[in-house]
């Protein structure tokens, strides 16, 4: 789906006037004051939730006030058909797309999460994994707050390339404090895989990634926790960041 969709897909309700509003003095983990920014309430608290943290999905076109303590940029990375659009869209729509075709750029999904009493914001930004889109997924890395690298269990050469291609992009334009997780999608094709889960995780220990999960954006499976243990390390490395430090303004 392209960006294009995605922004119409949301609607100006739903996101633009949060977005208009003055950004945060820094990207990452500013604590801004409480009703300073506003937005529609949770729609839903999805069942399964993971360990304190509550997923919320931000309703579009309510007038109703939210606020947030923090707001994180997640950036998906990895090649084509990896599966980052459906997973993405798993977490921020509860949603999943068997055809979905080639990401042309970027998607952008809006989704709220608490853990631990704090209201996180994420910014969810799919980017296309073609290599001709390489630049596109440069721009976004920089300024994220936290990563995702896919791999795809059922396909070697996805897991050879985060090496070649994806895990370079994050440490030539990431600071070493960034989180990142390592994601190996299509967990539910079991008799397809090809990339079994020690595989995958010696080049994690050895690219030094904290975080290692296989998922299904099909079943749901890990879905939602890949992106809480994200949020979490994101929340535990931001020093800045205390508890209840939104109603106290900026650090
Ligand atoms: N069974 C199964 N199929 C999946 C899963 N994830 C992705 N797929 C399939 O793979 C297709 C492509 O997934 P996308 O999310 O578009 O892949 P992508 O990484 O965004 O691809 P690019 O945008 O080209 O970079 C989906 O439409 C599904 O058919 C999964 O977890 N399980
Ligand atoms: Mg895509």
Known sequence: MSTAQHSSDHGSGFCTQADSRPAPKTARADNLARDEYWFPPAA???????????????????????????????????????GKTVFFQQFAENKYTENEGPTIGVNFHLKCVTLDDQIVKLQLWDTAGHERHYNTA????KTA???????????PDSLTDVERIWHKLYTRNCSPDVPVILVGSRCDL??????????AHQLAKRLKIEHHMEASAKTGTNVEEAFITLVAEILHKDKSLTAGGAEDGPK
């Open 44 to 82: 839903c608290v999805l069942s399964r939730l993971v360990q304190k943290a509550h997923v919320l999905t931000m309703s579009r076109g309510s007038n109703q006030a939210a606020t947030f303590h923090h707001c994180f940029k997640i950036v998906a990375c990895g090649s084509f058909n990896t």
């Open 138 to 141: 440069k721009t976004y890395i």
């Open 190 to 199: 079991v008799a397809k895989r090809k990339v079994s889960f020690d595989e």
């Open 145 to 155: 707050d936290g990563v995702i690298l896919m791999y795809d269990i059922t396909c």
